[in-house]
């Protein structure tokens, strides 16, 4: 049985990994807070990627740039003219849609077309359009057999069906507007003025902000091409309709490298090693390869500056979506900053003696749904000495606590001090947790539910020869060892 968002959901709640943002409020659409467990795995998952992309290459140096840019930039890069998603407004329920995310079916009884069915983008689409088809059928009072619906994408519909197709809010054909563009990006003012010339947007990518620093990069660390340059930090999109939890909402977390390779070096090889390399890193923090698939994009489907785009796109319980992109981006940005700047941002290849703007490979990934991957790979349920049990079986470098320290006894002053003493000691190397209250197996159970990897525990022995019992999270064995065994444990299960 696989995961469903009810079960991380509440466990993201029960927790305290995610919370709805301003919730004593009433929180606010596509906005969510992360509470003192989700801050730590999205700690992880941001250091693991620092770590692989950047300390642990010499061809990858990182940036951290302002979240507020100069308005020229994402005028430059196209985002303040083309940064939209079609946007359709049922008339009657004031609700929004992405026209992309509607899908609609003639329903077809005996040969003969008797209405429309619309329904919103997702894994159980098809079950609910055979529902609201049969409704409608009973509700004309017609005999006959329904033919098999084919949806359809609402985009593609001819305006003349666009006015049949009823609002899945309302089931009223006719309901919804014409699609129009609406632009994603969060507008607000810099400086004291509020006119046109004050306006300014909160990036709704981080990519940007790479592409505008490449010359100053250059300047100051002089790498050879090819290299890259790795940047994370939040992003913002007003999405029309925000929804799936983390996996679209309006402010999230980017980790993005632009690869910057020369205008005749071999792309396309350099593209699939990045996805090769993207889809690895995925695996190695214990996303589950089945759940993981890649999905090239059509020419057709590609920007026009753009050569190639592949998704790293994962099984999540609302079905297949997109995780990362990899896309080959040619040299659309620098030679789009070089024109609106009037700067050059050309590179002088010192063994050719060309000048040339350089062409790139992008790697972008949501931290936020990286996130959500984790929880949903790791999600399980066991029984242990006959009593179920909820487990997250995180790897342990994603866990956002590696270890907690039980005292077996708590009216024991001597068992407490020690156990005391061994917390401090780790603390200092890990976010390890203490816990002294309830019988031995609830406190276990507690820590396999947060996915925290293993748990030690101080007892009379401890006392005599100082050993600790260490349990392992997924096969609760345990084993005594030293303090110093302990931490060669754990230290390998993190660098596994
Ligand atoms: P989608 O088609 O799902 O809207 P996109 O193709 O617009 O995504 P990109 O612009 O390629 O996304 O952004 C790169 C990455 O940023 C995505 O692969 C995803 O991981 C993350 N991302 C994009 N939009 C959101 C969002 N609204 N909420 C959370 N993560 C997002």
Redesign the pocket.
């Known amino acids: 049985m696989g995961v469903s968002m009810d079960d991380i959901l509440s466990l993201c709640r029960r927790r305290g990994f995610i919370f709805p943002s301003s919730e004593i409020y009433g929180g606010l659409a596509g906005f969510y807070d992360y509470g003192p467990l989700g801050c730590e795995l999205k700690k992880n998952i941001r250091d693991a990627w620092w770590q692989d992309m950047v300390h642990r290459r010499d061809d990858v140096v990182g940036i951290d740039g302002s979240i507020i840019m100069h308005p020229s930039v994402l005028k430059a890069s196209g985002h303040v003219d083309g940064f939209s998603d079609p946007m359709v407004d049922c008339r009657e329920s004031k609700m929004r849609y992405r026209a992309d995310q509607l899908f609609y079916a003639p329903v077809v009884v005996e040969g003969q077309v008797i209405g429309y069915v619309c329904v919103l983008e997702d894994a159980s689409m098809e079950a609910a359009a055979l529902e609201a088809a049969q409704r409608l059928k009973s509700k004309l009072s017609i005999r006959g057999e329904l033919q098999p619906l084919h949806l359809e994408c609402y985009m593609d519909a001819p305006e003349a069906v666009q006015r049949l197709i009823p609002s899945p809010a309302t089931g009223t054909p006719g309901a919804l507007t014409p699609p129009r563009a609406f632009n994603l990006m969060f507008a607000t003012h810099v400086g004291a003025v509020s006119d046109d010339a004050s306006i300014a947007y909160l990036r709704p990518?981080t990519a940007q902000g790479i592409f505008v620093n490449f010359k100053n990069i250059l300047d100051t660390v002089h790498r050879k091409l090819p290299f890259g340059v790795a940047q994370i930090g939040r992003a913002f999109?007003n999405?029309i309709t925000p929804r799936n939890f983390?996996?679209?909402?309006r402010e999230?977390e980017?980790m993005e490298l632009e690869y910057f390779i020369g205008p005749d070096a071999d792309w396309e090889s350099f593209h699939r090693q990045w996805v090769e390399e993207r889809l690895r890193w995925h695996q190695s923090i214990g996303i589950r390869p089945e759940l993981l698939s890649l999905q090239v994009h059509g020419k057709e489907k590609l920007a026009h500056y753009s050569k190639a785009c592949t998704d790293i796109t994962f099984h999540y319980p609302f079905g297949w979506?997109?995780?990362?992109?990899i896309a080959a981006r040619g040299n659309f940005d620098l030679t789009r900053h070089q024109e609106e700047s009037g700067k050059s941002l050309e590179y002088f290849d010192e063994e050719t003696r060309q000048k040339y703007i350089p062409h790139v490979i992008e790697p972008?990934?949501?931290v936020?749904?990286v996130l959500l991957a984790v929880l949903c790979s790791a999600y399980d349920r066991d029984e242990i000495g006959g009593e179920e049990r909820t487990v997250l079986r995180l790897h342990p470098r994603m866990a956002p606590v590696k270890m907690a320290i039980l005292p077996l006894v708590k009216n024991k002053p001597e068992v407490v001090h020690m156990a005391q003493g061994i917390h401090k000691q780790l603390m200092k190397h890990w976010n390890v947790a203490y816990d002294a209250t309830g019988a031995i197996g609830r406190r276990y159970r507690r820590m396999d539910e947060i996915g925290t990897p293993f748990a030690i525990t101080v007892d009379f022995e401890s006392l005599e020869n100082g050993t600790v019992t260490l349990r392992e999270r997924d096969s609760t064995q345990q084993r005594r060892m030293d303090i110093g065994e302990v931490m060669a444990c754990v230290t390998d299960a993190i660098n596994s």
């Open positions: 990518e999109r999405e983390i996996f679209r909402s999230f980017q979506q997109e995780l990362e992109g972008s990934v949501g936020d749904r």
